[in-house]
C-alpha cells in the first residue's frame, strides 16, 4: 500500500531564506510523486512532479524538489522564501496502474517578514 | 487548460435535508473523478473514486447511501449527501483525471472545494 509522511506540522521560516518541506513516501514499484499547495479555504494548486527522469524537479512560484530514491525522500525547496509562500502544502504519492493518488497529512508554512 | 469547477462553493442547510455538489471538468473529459472530504486543519481523504456510466467505488468506512455519487457524463460528477448532520460539515474537494491526455501518469486536476455547514 502506498504511503506519504510529512513529518512536520509547521515549518516557520524567515523571509528571504530557504526553505525545505520534507516528504517521504512509501510504495511497492516506482512512484509518481507530486506537491500541492492550498490557500484558506481554497483547492489545490499544483505545484510540481516526478514521474521519470532528472531527480531535481523544477516547478511553479520558484519551487523545486528532489527525488532520491535511496532515501524515499521528496522535499521541496525554494531557495528564497517570500512571506506569499505562507500556505498548506500537500506531498501527494501514486504508482501507474491505479488512479488514486494518497496524500500527506500537509506542512503549514509561516513565511515571516 | 484542465479546469475543473465546482458548484456551489458553499452552502448552508437545515439537518436532515439533502445537499448536492456539481463538480464539471470544463476543457476536458474526465472518465475519472474523485471526491474528498477535508476536515479542518487536516489532510484529503479520499471517498470514492467515479468512473463514467459505472457505479462509484467507495473508499473503506464512507458510507455510499450517505454519499451518492453519480457521474452521468465525461464532464460531470454529482456529489448528494443525503439527510445531513452537522458531523457531515466538511470542505469538500472534487478532482478529475484526464485519460487521453497522451501522458501516463495519474495526474489530477483539483476544484475549488464547496464548504458544506449542516445546521
Known amino acids: 500500500a502506498q504511503s506519504v509522511a510529512q513529518p512536520e506540522d509547521q515549518v516557520n521560516v524567515a523571509e528571504g531564506n530557504p526553505l525545505t518541506v520534507k516528504c517521504t513516501y512509501s510504495v511497492s514499484g516506482n512512484p509518481y510523486l507530486f506537491w500541492y499547495v492550498q490557500y484558506p479555504n481554497r483547492g489545490l494548486q499544483f505545484l510540481l512532479k516526478?514521474?521519470?527522469?532528472?531527480?531535481l524537479v523544477k516547478g511553479s512560484y520558484g519551487f523545486e524538489a528532489e527525488f532520491n530514491k535511496s532515501q524515499t525522500s521528496f522535499h521541496l525547496k525554494k531557495p528564497s522564501a517570500l512571506v506569499s509562500d505562507s500556505a498548506l502544502y500537500f506531498c501527494?504519492?501514486?504508482?501507474?496502474?491505479?488512479?488514486?493518488?494518497?496524500f500527506g497529512k500537509g506542512t503549514r508554512l509561516h513565511i515571516l517578514p | 487548460g484542465a479546469v475543473v469547477s465546482q458548484h456551489p462553493s458553499w452552502v448552508i442547510c437545515k439537518s436532515g435535508t439533502s445537499v448536492k455538489i456539481e463538480c464539471r471538468s470544463l476543457d476536458f473529459q474526465a472518465t475519472t473523478m474523485f471526491w474528498y472530504r477535508q476536515f479542518p486543519k487536516q489532510s484529503l481523504m479520499l471517498m470514492a473514486t467515479?468512473?463514467?456510466?459505472?457505479?462509484?467505488?467507495?473508499e473503506q468506512g464512507v458510507e455510499k447511501d450517505k454519499f451518492l455519487i453519480n457521474h452521468a457524463s465525461l464532464t460531470l460528477s454529482t456529489l448528494t449527501v443525503t439527510s445531513a448532520h452537522p458531523e457531515d460539515s466538511s470542505f469538500y474537494i472534487c478532482s478529475a483525471r484526464n485519460p487521453f491526455s497522451g501522458i501516463a501518469y495519474n495526474e489530477q486536476f483539483f476544484g475549488p472545494g464547496t464548504r458544506l455547514t449542516v445546521l
Open positions: 516526478y514521474i521519470t527522469g532528472d531527480n
Open positions: 467515479s468512473n463514467e456510466g459505472s457505479k462509484a467505488t467507495y
Open positions: 501527494a504519492v501514486g504508482q501507474r496502474g491505479d488512479d488514486k493518488i494518497i
